[in-house]
């Protein structure tokens, strides 16, 4: 009995409920599209900064010791720490290379390598990766400078960590890409933001643990 005297009345309020509906539609539509925006944004700050993005690439080349380098020797197990640059760069390059000069103090991780990879392969022999290091005062046993074939870098760069150049290498990306022990790339992030130094550390030690 209760419930037909309720659709009755809904019947007669049908007209009202159909014009307030309306007439809401668009704040409806908002608060939706709000809750629906934000929560991938929810979703990462509750992550921090790791990602799972998408798998590595396998990478090699000469260190600046002379000797053969290949991730496949550090990968699994190992946490990778990549850029790109070249020592004659006098743009971003050396600020970059403080930074993740920065990253290895601050991270106290046995399981992190960090690889900066020349994209000036004929004038970034190893002999000049080597006096570079040097110059720089680049001490840190846990961190390679690398000399690669140009159409290696290229791929590298376009196609593996999907960073692009532009058409050329030289305009490379200052991304800092995290490599995690499942050969994951967990975040790319710009190498030209201090502030986002900790934020990376954090994600590493994380990794670490």
């Given amino acids: 009995m209760l419930m037909m005297i309720f659709l009755s009345l809904l019947q007669r309020k049908r ?12 704040i409806l539509k908002l608060v939706l599209s709000g809750i629906f925006f934000l929560s991938p944004c929810l979703s990462i700050a509750e992550k921090g900064i790791l990602r799972n993005l998408y798998e590595a690439p396998a990478f090699r080349g000469i260190s600046d010791k002379g ?26 390059c050396p600020a970059l290379m403080d930074r993740v000069r920065l990253i290895l103090k601050k991270s106290d991780c046995k399981i992190l390598t960090a690889v900066s990879i020349s994209v000036d392969n004929d004038n970034d022999t190893p ?31 376009n196609e593996g960590f999907k960073l692009g150049t532009g058409g050329d290498k030289i305009n490379h990306s200052t991304r800092l890409v995290l490599i995690d022990q499942s050969n994951r790339i967990r975040s790319l992030i710009s190498g030209n933001e201090d502030d986002a130094i900790d934020s990376l550390v ?8």
């Fill in 202 to 209: 954090s994600g590493i030690m994380e990794l670490c643990k």
């Fill in 127 to 157: 002999e000049r990766l080597a006096s570079y290091r040097q110059e720089r005062e680049f001490d840190d046993p846990r961190w390679t400078l690398l000399n690669a074939e140009e159409d290696h870098v290229m791929s590298l760069l």
């Fill in 67 to 92: 000797l053969k380098w290949e991730s496949e020797n550090i990968l699994p197990g190992n946490i990778i720490l990549v850029n790109f640059f070249f020592t004659s760069c006098h743009g971003p």
């Fill in 15 to 26: 007209p009202l409920i159909t014009n307030f509906l309306k007439s809401h539609l668009f």
